[in-house]
């Protein structure tokens, strides 16, 4: 098996109680590991402590780690996560958990830890994190991990900084020799002019600042068009508005390939400015603006704000009276800088078109900027009742189930 140089420098050096890599998308940290799990596993069978798998959720840990651990070496040596949690890898039993939430740190209480691999860091609550630093209390107990960087105000960052005995590799992109030159121009140019150039490219722990997409606001002109191309299937966004807040439905659709991404129709009531809706008010608005989408493109889908579930129920029975047949979900609601690195790369790319007359979504895009709170380590959206945040929410969560479609192919080495 062909590795790079720093490949190869991990697998010699990489002996430390913590052992970790963090940097560039695609820059080949994850892929080494398929290697390196299996690796630790035989090294330490048969001595006393828990195998542990941690990640932001049980799902991720599933596509990120446990199905290109099967693609290497097969379904007899990987197994799936089952329904208790565990996961047979390479003839022991590995304990996977989601470290999204605080209560998650209570599944590793009690816990002694031979063996820990850590996939995306920085997504995880810094209780759980805390909570493992305890339960590797064997002398050989050890832990593998790798994330990409955040911001320098992370805890994981000051946890890299500090005196902890770790082993820190730092990879920027073209540290992956293997990696396909038009793949790497690629992803090059969708980050270019962004905070994320610097952190999926470089692999640097930079500040997010400034304004959130700075292409688009830049020239929003050029990212606007006054009708739409052929579009493949549209879905809708609904965010909720409270009593300082807006309601907002964005309607996008993607066209043939998944080339693009077009915002094709918005509605946007500001409840201090136009007045509160009632529910009754609300669902008829719903329905006119779905019975206009289903007129003119294939929508199957609506993805709303889960926080409320009554309003959902409320839509659910509107859509039922209508006849008009779509199914209503809970948006996946991923981390803001998940969603702001998806279009910002599709920007980048020139992937992005907005109709004109979408004017709501078109001006949040260009005065959406990063909150300046500095107690804050992770990037967020100024959202202080002084920018329009809530057609951007509608707006991502349309666009989540669409993620991969649109990210599909790209190598994963």
Known sequence: MNFSQKQREYLECAVRRWNIKTGATRSGKTYLDYF??????????GKDGLIVLIGNTRGTLQRNIIEPLRSVWGDVLVGDIRSDGTVRLFGETAHCIGADKADQA???????????????IVTWNENVFNMLKSRLDKSY?????????????????????SDADIFHQHYTIDDNPFLDETVRD????????????????NGLWVAAEGCVYPLFADDPARFTVTSPPPIRYAVMGVDFGGTRSAHSFTLIGATQGFENLVVLDEFYHNNITDGRLSPAQL???FISFLRRAKSQYRIYEVFCDSAEQTLIEG????????????????????????????????ISHDRFRILS??????????????????VSARDERLDDGTVNIDSLDS????????????????SNR
Request: glycine share 6%.
């Open 36 to 45: 390196i799990i299996p690796k630790r596993i035989r090294s330490l069978a």
């Open 106 to 120: 209570d599944r590793l209480r009690g816990c002694s830890v031979k063996y820990c691999y850590g996939d995306e």
């Open 141 to 161: 107990s050890i832990f593998d991990g790798t994330c990409n960087p955040d911001a320098p105000g992370h805890w994981f960052k000051k946890f890299l900084s």
């Open 186 to 201: 690629a992803i090059k140019k969708e980050y270019f002019g962004t905070v994320f150039y610097d952190r999926y490219v």
């Open 283 to 285: 669902e008829s608005a």
């Open 315 to 346: 839509l659910t029975v509107a859509i039922r009276r209508s006849g008009i047949r779509v199914d209503i979900r809970n948006a996946q609601k991923r981390p803001i800088h998940e969603r702001i690195a998806f279009f910002n790369s599709l």
């Open 357 to 374: 007359h979408c004017v709501h979504t078109r001006n949040a895009m260009c005065d959406a900027v990063y909150s300046s709170n500095s």
């Open 395 to 410: 707006m991502e969560y349309a666009a989540e189930s669409m993620f991969p479609a649109f990210t599909l192919g790209r």
